[in-house]
């Protein structure tokens, strides 16, 4: 008989195992990371200044150069006609130099170039006698700026002096870019730790002490009959090999004893004695179980959740490295579109993508049902690959469409492939455990990808970027190969029913679903991809960030949504206010991107995105759990999964709108006026949901009734 109290420590031995092993690893990994994050700003501080100072000498250079060009064809030093414009020009490649300026031997200043927010220092005159008393380079801090001073020469003689000034403050900007770059990357590498310590423990640790304690249930059921089918050649891998050599050996005791029996009946030969004999050989049978000598040995393995979750991770992490520069990619490849705006063609990728996704997702479920998750993965991930490459090497705005909408097909494919893997190895008991394996593998891509991806595009450019992808979708699919058993053709499981026009007109004669779904869900869609997707990458370019920065705006919204959902979820069930938690959630999506009106800058739209995660992890799991409450009826007519696909299919219109709404504002008013208007549109939404359900419940309709 089982022991459920001997089976429960063996999980808790497995669950402690786990915590100090991940604790362990990551303590010493954030430390090791941590100090060496801070000799690597150490030492970038130390050669930081000396670059700079060597790059003011080169531009100086440069520009000296050509002024002694024209003294040589005889134009006058103190006459030079359009000398402004040409500093203007020579400073314009190198943002960080705020002036060029030219003083006399007398430290007037002749000509000069300075950007607009800022000033000459009042030093310069005294900095360029010296320079000319000295006949030398000089290099001084002068108020804001660091100032290299470089003589100008002619036949010998110093007729003047070039002033390069770089601001001090992009001295630390630069240096403050780094420090987030470094801490982006350190949390990142928790994090990517953090799933191949997953995978790791679960393949050599977890799983085989499960299966040992499974199989020993088994055995003190009587059943002998099963071994460990676990390879390795760890201390846990001789371990379970001496465990089945064990069982092995009981069976062969077995089989030898009952060799021995028939043996003595033959030589007996009396009936009444081999009677007896039958019947204790039938009493040990019914009540253990031997392997078969004959037919092959059965061996127990389990399907561990956590061997999805990492190719997941990676291929989700794939996808999302270009979610802070597509819609600047786009605008680089822009070609005009009859009847859309410019600003609607730059968002048309994303709609297109997210259109295919909601095309593409119920054939992958029929094919995820009928092939089993690995092959429909490897499916997708054909598509996929090839996408990422087309996109990388696109030429045009229309190529780019084609290359995305592979993506986005292969994208549906491996999504639904991997949550037929978690609903293939899991029942009513585990099933939310699987899912909550599976989003935390998404969501912790999500604030991987936007991060690093915007690293890489600083780093070595977008279409590079691309090849990455490829690169890392690729190695998801080995992964899968190595991790997921093959399955046969599903030939015992009937075709699931598809939808059919019929539902839709079921569902949506429900005018609280339909509420639900115009003022809750589709609202959140729109902004996730109107703003978040597209609008926010081409306003914070356009308030001067570059993409590391971008990058680690947008991850803010993932930090947020996996840290609350839990946290908002398990409120909104234990205060069974399900709708409240919808309403407000989607009225505080909108209402951080309205502060863009009072403040146009970086601090705003990372305020805005902040906000979007919380309303979302507000609002997202209740409005899960409101379908069915407020679709009782229809539930019960055509079913629950019906029911959801229908809600989920119409959600994901929003996702193909939204950047067109968006794009529509721009237009109209602006980045930040559409910025700010999107946010009223969805805030109002909001409020309008709170009211209508509100109304609802004064009426008193019951539950799933249909108005």
């Given at each position: 008989?089982?022991?459920?109290?001997?089976?429960?420590?063996?999980?808790?031995?497995?669950?402690?195992i786990?915590?100090?092993?991940?604790?362990?690893?990551l303590?010493?990994?954030?430390?090791?990371?941590?100090?060496?994050?801070?000799?690597?700003?150490?030492?970038?501080?130390?050669?930081?200044?000396?670059?700079i100072?060597?790059?003011?000498?080169?531009?100086?250079?440069?520009?000296?150069?050509?002024?002694?060009?024209?003294?040589?064809?005889?134009?006058?030093?103190?006459?030079?006609?359009?000398?402004?414009q040409?500093?203007?020009?020579?400073?314009?490649?190198?943002?960080?130099?705020?002036?060029?300026?030219?003083?006399?031997?007398?430290?007037?200043?002749?000509?000069?170039?300075?950007s607009?927010?800022?000033?000459?220092?009042?030093?310069?005159?005294?900095?360029?006698?010296?320079?000319?008393?000295?006949?030398?380079?000089?290099?001084?801090?002068?108020?804001?700026?660091?100032?290299?001073?470089?003589?100008?020469?002619?036949?010998?003689?110093?007729?003047?002096?070039l002033?390069?000034?770089?601001?001090?403050?992009?001295?630390?900007?630069?240096?403050?870019?780094?420090?987030?770059?470094?801490l982006?990357?350190?949390?990142i590498?928790l994090?990517?730790?953090?799933?191949?310590?997953?995978?790791?423990?679960?393949?050599?640790?977890?799983?085989?002490?499960?299966?040992?304690?499974?199989?020993?249930?088994?055995?003190?059921?009587?059943?002998?009959s099963?071994?460990?089918?676990?390879?390795?050649?760890?201390?846990?891998?001789?371990?379970?090999?001496?465990?089945?050599?064990?069982?092995r050996?009981?069976n062969?005791?077995?089989?030898?004893?009952?060799?021995?029996?028939?043996?003595?009946?033959?030589?007996?030969?009396?009936?009444v004695?081999?009677?007896?004999?039958?019947?204790?050989?039938?009493?040990?049978?019914?009540?253990?179980?031997?392997?078969?000598s004959?037919?092959?040995?059965?061996q127990l393995?389990?399907?561990?959740?956590?061997?999805?979750?990492?190719?997941?991770?990676?291929?989700?992490?794939?996808?999302?490295?270009?979610?802070p520069?597509?819609p600047?990619y786009?605008?680089?490849?822009?070609?005009?579109?009859?009847?859309?705006?410019p600003?609607m063609?730059?968002?048309?990728?994303i709609?297109?993508?997210?259109?295919?996704?909601?095309?593409?997702?119920?054939?992958?479920?029929?094919?995820?049902?009928?092939?089993g998750?690995?092959?429909?993965?490897?499916?997708?991930?054909?598509?996929?690959?090839?996408?990422?490459?087309?996109?990388?090497?696109?030429?045009s705005?229309?190529?780019?469409?084609?290359?995305?909408?592979?993506c986005?097909?292969?994208?549906?494919?491996?999504?639904?492939?991997?949550?037929?893997?978690?609903?293939?190895?899991?029942?009513?008991?585990?099933?939310?455990?699987?899912?909550?394996?599976f989003?935390?593998?998404?969501?912790?891509?999500?604030?991987?990808?936007?991060?690093?991806?915007?690293i890489?595009?600083?780093?070595?450019?977008f279409?590079?970027?691309?090849?990455?992808?490829?690169?890392?979708?690729?190695?998801?699919?080995?992964?899968?190969?190595?991790?997921?058993?093959?399955?046969?053709?599903?030939?015992?499981?009937?075709?699931?029913?598809?939808?059919?026009?019929?539902?839709?007109?079921?569902?949506?004669?429900?005018?609280?679903?339909?509420?639900?779904?115009?003022?809750?869900?589709?609202?959140?869609?729109?902004?996730?991809?109107?703003?978040?997707?597209?609008?926010a990458?081409?306003?914070?370019?356009?308030?001067?960030?570059?993409?590391?920065?971008i990058?680690?705006?947008l991850m803010?919204?993932?930090?947020?949504?996996?840290?609350?959902t839990?946290?908002?979820?398990?409120?909104?069930?234990?205060?069974?206010?399900?709708?409240?938690?919808?309403?407000?959630?989607?009225?505080?999506?909108?209402?951080?991107?309205?502060?863009?009106?009072?403040?146009?800058?970086?601090?705003?739209?990372?305020?805005?995105v902040?906000?979007?995660?919380?309303?979302?992890?507000?609002?997202?799991?209740?409005?899960l759990?409101?379908?069915?409450?407020?679709?009782?009826?229809?539930?019960?007519e055509?079913?629950?999964?019906?029911?959801?696909?229908?809600?989920?299919?119409?959600?994901?219109?929003?996702?193909?709108?939204?950047?067109?709404?968006?794009?529509?504002?721009?237009?109209?008013?602006?980045?930040s006026?559409?910025?700010?208007?999107t946010?009223?549109?969805?805030?109002?939404?909001?409020?309008?949901?709170?009211?209508?359900?509100?109304?609802?419940?004064?009426?008193?309709?019951s539950?799933?009734?249909?108005?």
């Amino acid at each position: 008989m089982s022991h459920p109290a001997d089976r429960s420590a063996a999980r808790s031995y497995s669950r402690r195992i786990n915590i100090r092993l991940f604790a362990l690893t990551l303590i010493i990994l954030a430390g090791a990371a941590a100090f060496a994050s801070w000799r690597a700003l150490d030492a970038f501080e130390r050669e930081l200044v000396p670059e700079i100072e060597q790059k003011s000498i080169t531009v100086g250079q440069s520009v000296n150069d050509l002024i002694e060009k024209a003294l040589s064809i005889g134009v006058p030093f103190q006459q030079m006609v359009g000398m402004e414009q040409f500093l203007g020009d020579a400073r314009a490649p190198h943002p960080e130099i705020r002036y060029l300026a030219i003083s006399s031997t007398e430290g007037g200043l002749l000509y000069k170039s300075i950007s607009s927010s800022s000033s000459m220092p009042d030093e310069l005159p005294g900095i360029a006698r010296q320079v000319i008393d000295g006949n030398h380079l000089k290099w001084a801090e002068l108020e804001d700026y660091q100032n290299t001073a470089l003589p100008i020469t002619f036949d010998g003689k110093t007729i003047g002096v070039l002033h390069v000034g770089v601001e001090r403050a992009f001295v630390r900007q630069t240096i403050s870019e780094i420090l987030y770059d470094i801490l982006v990357v350190l949390l990142i590498s928790l994090l990517v730790t953090f799933e191949v310590l997953l995978i790791i423990v679960a393949i050599s640790i977890t799983t085989p002490i499960r299966l040992m304690d499974n199989v020993a249930d088994r055995l003190r059921e009587g059943d002998f009959s099963l071994a460990v089918l676990h390879r390795s050649n760890d201390e846990i891998g001789r371990f379970l090999e001496a465990f089945n050599a064990t069982i092995r050996s009981i069976n062969e005791s077995y089989d030898g004893l009952l060799n021995k029996v028939r043996s003595l009946q033959q030589k007996i030969g009396n009936r009444v004695v081999s009677k007896e004999v039958e019947d204790i050989l039938a009493g040990v049978q019914e009540r253990f179980r031997f392997f078969s000598s004959e037919g092959p040995r059965r061996q127990l393995r389990e399907s561990s959740l956590i061997n999805i979750r990492t190719p997941l991770f990676i291929f989700i992490f794939a996808e999302e490295l270009s979610r802070p520069f597509f819609p600047i990619y786009v605008k680089e490849l822009y070609a005009p579109i009859p009847g859309l705006t410019p600003e609607m063609v730059i968002g048309l990728p994303i709609s297109v993508f997210m259109l295919m996704v909601a095309i593409a997702t119920p054939f992958a479920g029929s094919w995820a049902d009928r092939y089993g998750p690995r092959r429909v993965f490897m499916i997708g991930i054909v598509p996929a690959v090839i996408g990422f490459i087309g996109t990388g090497l696109a030429l045009s705005l229309y190529d780019l469409l084609f290359w995305r909408c592979l993506c986005a097909f292969g994208y549906a494919t491996i999504y639904i492939a991997c949550q037929g893997y978690i609903a293939d190895n899991t029942d009513s008991s585990n099933r939310a455990q699987g899912m909550a394996i599976f989003m935390g593998g998404v969501f912790a891509a999500g604030i991987c990808g936007a991060a690093i991806g915007g690293i890489l595009a600083d780093r070595i450019g977008f279409r590079l970027t691309f090849f990455v992808s490829t690169a890392l979708a690729l190695l998801a699919a080995i992964l899968v190969v190595n991790l997921i058993d093959p399955q046969p053709p599903r030939t015992d499981r009937a075709p699931k029913r598809g939808l059919r026009f019929g539902d839709f007109i079921t569902v949506l004669g429900n005018t609280r679903f339909l509420a639900l779904l115009l003022l809750g869900a589709i609202p959140g869609k729109i902004i996730l991809t109107g703003f978040l997707f597209y609008l926010a990458p081409l306003y914070l370019k356009l308030l001067g960030d570059n993409q590391s920065t971008i990058g680690r705006v947008l991850m803010a919204y993932g930090i947020v949504t996996i840290l609350m959902t839990p946290v908002f979820a398990k409120l909104a069930d234990k205060l069974g206010a399900h709708r409240w938690f919808v309403g407000l959630g989607t009225a505080i999506s909108g209402l951080g991107l309205i502060g863009i009106l009072y403040q146009q800058s970086t601090i705003s739209v990372l305020a805005g995105v902040i906000m979007l995660g919380l309303g979302h992890a507000m609002s997202i799991s209740p409005q899960l759990a409101m379908v069915p409450e407020i679709c009782a009826r229809e539930v019960a007519e055509i079913g629950q999964t019906t029911v959801l696909s229908v809600f989920r299919l119409i959600e994901r219109m929003g996702s193909v709108v939204g950047p067109f709404i968006v794009a529509a504002l721009i237009g109209a008013f602006g980045y930040s006026g559409a910025m700010a208007g999107t946010g009223i549109l969805i805030s109002s939404a909001g409020v309008l949901f709170l009211a209508v359900f509100l109304g609802f419940a004064a009426s008193g309709s019951s539950k799933g009734s249909k108005s």
